[in-house]
């Protein structure tokens, strides 16, 4: 994929009251959501279930900024969790960025 940025994303979602009437069944959403993302050309690196203000944080990877956003727009029509998307930068990237400040 040379020439292509492989954007990473962070995640935070809240679980809805429909998703958590749900809640048994928050895996094997989690596992379909997966599957879901690598047919739009995505790759879903970890997903972790916590404690505090978010119930889940997904890290992903896409390079197609339009597919990664039309994914997490059909995840939360879904109605099970509302979330929050972050672009995030490695240290690469960050230095990258870094050149242009004055």
Known sequence: MEGKTIATYVT???FTE???KSIKDTVKRTEAAKKAAAANG????????????????VISEASDETKA?????STLKLGNVRGQTLRAFTAAEMEKILEHVA
Do not use: S
Request: hydrophobic share 50%.
């Open 12 to 14: 935070l979602y809240n």
């Open 69 to 73: 956003n039309a994914f997490a727009l």
């Open 42 to 57: 995505m790759t879903v690196k970890e997903v972790l279930w916590v404690q505090g203000k978010y119930d889940l944080v």
């Open 18 to 20: 429909q998703g958590l």
